[in-house]
C-alpha cells in the first residue's frame, strides 16, 4: 500500500521560502515522487520529480530556478525547497507516486496521491 503525507505549507509574504515535505510510504524498492500543484481555478501543473536512488531531479520551466527538490532516502522523504515566492505560486501542493521510473510530469502517469498541503503567498 502506498502511502504519501505532505506537509509544510502556511502563508508567507512574496519573496519568502517554504520547505514542504513528503514522507512516503511504499512497498516497492523505488519510486518516481513528484511534485504537482493546483491553484485555485486552474489545472493542476508539474513542479518536478525525481526517481529515488540518486536520480536528478527534473523541473517545469515555470519554477525552475527557484525550487529544488531532494530526497532523503533513509527516511523516504522528498523536500520541495521553494525560494523567492510569488503570489502566482499560491496552490495547493500534492505529492504523487508511481513505482515505476516514469521521469515525467503527466499527471496519468502517477496512481498514488498525497491530500496536499496549502501553500498561500501574499503580495
Known amino acids: 500500500q502506498v502511502q504519501l503525507v505532505e506537509s509544510g505549507g502556511g502563508s508567507v509574504q512574496a519573496g519568502e521560502s517554504l520547505r514542504l515535505a513528503c514522507s512516503a510510504s511504499?512497498?516497492?524498492?523505488?519510486?518516481?515522487l513528484a511534485w504537482f500543484r493546483q491553484a485555485p481555478g486552474k489545472e493542476r501543473e508539474g513542479v518536478g520529480y525525481v526517481h529515488s536512488g540518486g536520480d536528478t531531479p527534473s523541473y517545469a520551466d515555470s519554477v525552475k530556478g527557484r525550487v529544488t527538490i531532494s530526497e532523503d532516502r533513509a527516511k523516504k522523504t522528498v523536500y520541495l525547497q521553494m525560494n523567492n515566492l510569488k503570489p502566482e505560486d499560491t496552490a495547493m501542493y500534492y505529492c504523487?507516486?508511481?513505482?515505476?521510473?516514469?521521469?515525467?510530469?503527466?499527471?496519468?502517469?502517477?496512481?498514488?496521491w498525497g491530500q496536499g498541503t496549502q501553500v498561500t503567498v501574499s503580495s
Open positions: 511504499y512497498p516497492y524498492s523505488s519510486a518516481c
Open positions: 504523487a507516486a508511481e513505482p515505476r521510473p516514469v521521469r515525467d510530469l503527466r499527471l496519468d502517469l502517477y496512481n498514488y
